[in-house]
């Protein structure tokens, strides 16, 4: 997965789902925190739609609480064929740990996507270039998701992921909450490379997600 055109993840806790995904995404996210055996799932993974890997730390909004184990499930994961792209947080990353798992994935040509996500707000300009300045340093893709509380937060990351794409770097970007909803659909026009939906609304990962076909739908009518 080299990100050159916008990828629409399918967002997925159950790899057998997949088959539902493919009439609108263009790959799988599997959320390897929230599954039983995720390596045994991605073993048995014949699906036709490439996977990004992720297995979310609890201290940064998943369900994975042993970091050591989980960046090592993730590094496995990395080096399978089914798996295009991995997650790591820019904080594993930076901190050395994450670097195991990025090194492993370069090997393989598995792409490596830096986030860091803000659960309570939208920092302030410079900030949200500082942190995507730092993850495009590290990985392939930075991702930033940040909490919208009113519409100027949603100019303010828009005008960010435009500044990046149109110096030639891969961000992808979102704003999660009811004010920054629509940032999803509108994103991709701005450079956001990667935007990520649930199949069935009740199975959102993260606040203000559009079910998958209905955000297929608007970021085509949108294009």
């Given amino acids: 997965m080299n ?3 916008f990828v629409l993840a399918a967002s997925l806790t159950d790899l057998d789902a997949e088959a539902r995904a493919r009439e ?10 929230l599954a039983s055996d995720p390596l045994a799932a991605l073993d048995d993974y014949d ?43 820019l904080k594993s990353l930076t901190a050395g740990e994450g670097e195991r798992v990025a090194e492993r994935a370069r090997r393989t040509g598995t792409s490596v996507v830096a986030s860091v996500h803000n659960f309570e707000r939208t920092p302030p300009k410079a900030d949200l270039r500082g942190h995507l300045e730092t993850a495009t340093e590290r990985a392939d893709v930075g991702k930033l998701a940040v909490t919208a509380e009113r519409r100027s937060d949603v100019l303010d990351l828009l ?21 920054g909803r629509h940032s999803r659909a509108v994103a ?16 959102a990962t993260a606040p203000g997600q559009y079910d998958l076909e209905t955000l297929a739908n608007l970021v085509e009518k949108l294009k």
């Fill in 188 to 203: 991709p026009l701005y450079g956001s490379a990667i935007g990520y939906a649930p199949v069935e609304p009740e199975d």
């Fill in 159 to 179: 005008a960010v992921t435009h500044e990046f794409d149109a110096a030639g770097e891969r961000v992808a970007t979102m704003a999660m909450g009811a004010p």
């Fill in 3 to 5: 990100f050159e055109e």
């Fill in 47 to 89: 699906g036709r739609l490439p996977v990004l890997a992720t297995n979310r730390a609890a201290w940064e909004g998943g369900e994975a609480e042993d970091d050591e184990g989980r960046l090592a499930q993730l590094a496995e994961a990395a080096e399978l064929a089914c798996v295009g792209a991995v997650d790591v947080e």
């Fill in 24 to 33: 609108h995404a263009d790959a799988v996210e599997f959320r390897m925190d």
